[in-house]
């Protein structure tokens, strides 16, 4: 079976400071991978996604940068943090013999705080 | 750009009672899905609707999706406390757009 993961959980940074978040995904290959950011309590937006090996689209110009150097690893990094990054960051997967809609399927979040 | 509007923003109920919440959008999806998302982790999926008119049956939950393929509904029977969380719709063309959530209460 699939599981992904996401570390760190949680995640105090201040202003101007690099972070690195990595996603990883087991029991699949060549998914679709996607970044999405949170604010409490509300819906998700789409940070980035990629269909393969150093294949990144953004969705949402910012701080913020990701890569995909293995096919099921998905960092997500800044060089500075802003007070703004905070949120909570979720990462997804999508197998490419995926169900009959767009299903995706996420991993338990890491809970960044800029202070 | 597409827009997925969700209502209520914020349901509290007690247990037993029944509960409706709504997905709306101007746009056409190809397929719309429902998450259930608990605080401090991720969205669990419920649930796809493809065909336009379709309804699916998850023990206690209706899920409706219109005829026109742009809105939905998720019905809850005798909601219990175990029903509570953070209720997602997301539409799907080459991703997923999801709407702002309904937070539901169900207290014992």
């Known amino acids: 079976s699939q599981t992904i993961h996401q570390w760190p959980a949680t995640l105090v940074q201040p202003v101007g400071s690099p972070l690195s978040l990595e996603c990883t995904v087991e029991?699949?290959?060549?998914?679709?991978l996607y970044w999405y950011r949170q604010a409490a309590g509300r819906g998700l937006q789409l940070l980035f996604y990629?269909?393969?090996?150093?294949?990144i689209s953004s969705e949402v110009p910012q701080n913020l940068s990701a890569s995909r150097p293995q096919d099921r690893q998905f960092i997500l990094s800044s060089k500075k943090l802003l007070l703004s990054d905070s949120g909570f960051y979720l990462c997804?997967?999508?197998?490419?013999?995926?169900?009959?809609?767009?299903?995706?399927?996420f991993g338990p979040g890491t809970r960044l705080t800029v202070l | 750009t597409q827009l997925l509007e969700q209502s209520p923003q914020f349901l509290s109920i007690q247990e037993g009672e029944n509960l409706t919440v709504y997905c709306n959008s101007s746009?056409?999806?190809?397929?719309l899905q429902w998450y259930r998302q608990e605080p401090g982790e991720g969205p669990v999926l419920l649930v796809t609707?493809?065909?336009?008119?379709e309804v699916k049956k998850l023990k206690r939950l209706t899920f409706q999706f219109g005829d026109a393929r742009k809105d939905s509904s998720l019905h809850i029977t005798a909601a219990q406390p175990g029903d509570t969380g953070l209720y997602l719709c997301a539409g799907a063309d080459y991703k997923l757009s999801f709407g702002a959530g309904t937070t539901v209460t169900v207290r014992a």
């Open positions: 609707v493809v065909t336009g008119g």
């Open positions: 746009s056409v999806f190809s397929s």
């Open positions: 029991g699949t290959s060549n998914p679709n």
């Open positions: 990629s269909v393969g090996i150093g294949q």
């Open positions: 997804a997967w999508r197998g490419l013999a995926g169900g009959p809609g767009n299903e995706q399927f």
